[in-house]
């Protein structure tokens, strides 16, 4: 199989372990929507994830961008075949502009820099990632997690 | 009208618009469960939160402190018949446990630090609220949050 159908492959288990196994993102209507070799990006609509301005909420604006930083760390993982399990253990999120209609929260996840032999000899593992949730080419939030990978 | 009716009528009036304005909270089930004097308090069962780790998301756990925290704004403003919009500018949340039930957010929205004063003037206010997300009487998450209220 070459790299970029186990990428793929990789990718779309992803969808489908979040849709079945995290139900809310199913509600949200959350999508991976982009498989660039190096950006690692996903979306979902304002309807289900509407606020009390006709805006998008905060907490599903931040949901998108945890998701999308989690992705990144399974990318990563999935391509040096690592092990483990991920949690979120502290995260910001700057809000800069109101989010109107579908943003993408984006991350360059091949930049990731961890060290997964750690990982692969039985220690956990801290990844830190940033997102930018982007709508019409404006910076609407900008998250940073701290993700931590604990051995299987 | 006593200050305790009120407060109650101020409440069921939040948990109503929440659920009627931000849909996603009714899908999370999320329910204002404490009306003491001091501490405002709301929760949310696992299952339409839980995650791949059959614990509850993080990206719930975040929405139930954000919401917390927006909910002792709104009391406040009721309290000293202030009215605006409140947006959420910056958050920061720490995971410390796993939340494996129904965890108990809650802050103490009498001791805000707020000058209502100003809002009334037509300016913005900026306020600062922290959070506790707790189960079995440990802390599984720190919050805060920065909320920005404008002036209608």
Same mark, same amino acid.
């Not at 990144?72 to 989010?99: C, E, F, T, W």
């Given at each position: 199989?070459?790299?970029?159908?186990?990428?793929?492959? /990789? &990718?779309?288990?992803?969808?489908?372990?979040?849709?079945?196994?995290? #139900?809310?993102?199913?509600?949200?209507?959350? +999508?991976?929507?982009?498989?660039?070799?190096?950006?690692?990006?996903?979306?979902?609509?304002?309807?289900?994830?509407?606020?009390?301005?006709?805006?998008?909420?905060?907490?599903?604006?931040?949901?998108?961008?945890?998701?999308?930083?989690?992705?990144?760390?399974?990318?990563?993982?999935?391509?040096?075949?690592?092990?483990? /399990? &991920?949690?979120?253990?502290?995260?910001?999120?700057?809000?800069?502009? #109101?989010?109107?209609?579908?943003?993408?929260? +984006?991350?360059?996840?091949?930049?990731?820099?961890?060290?997964?032999?750690?990982?692969?000899?039985?220690?956990?593992?801290?990844?830190?990632?940033?997102?930018?949730?982007?709508?019409?080419?404006?910076?609407?939030?900008?998250?940073?997690?701290?993700?931590?990978?604990?051995?299987?």
């Amino acid at each position: 199989m070459k790299v970029d159908e186990q990428l793929k492959q /990789s &990718i779309d288990e992803l969808q489908r372990t979040w849709h079945e196994q995290i #139900p809310i993102t199913r509600y949200m209507q959350l +999508e991976i929507c982009h498989r660039h070799d190096d950006v690692f990006a996903i979306s979902a609509p304002l309807e289900p994830n509407i606020n009390v301005h006709q805006t998008m909420f905060a907490g599903s604006i931040y949901t998108v961008a945890t998701l999308c930083g989690w992705g990144a760390v399974h990318l990563s993982m999935a391509k040096q075949k690592a092990v483990g /399990s &991920i949690v979120l253990a502290d995260a910001n999120i700057r809000y800069r502009k #109101p989010v109107k209609g579908m943003p993408i929260a +984006e991350t360059m996840w091949q930049k990731l820099e961890v060290n997964w032999e750690l990982l692969k000899s039985g220690n956990k593992v801290k990844i830190n990632v940033a997102v930018n949730v982007i709508e019409n080419n404006d910076i609407a939030a900008v998250f940073t997690g701290v993700y931590v990978v604990l051995p299987k």
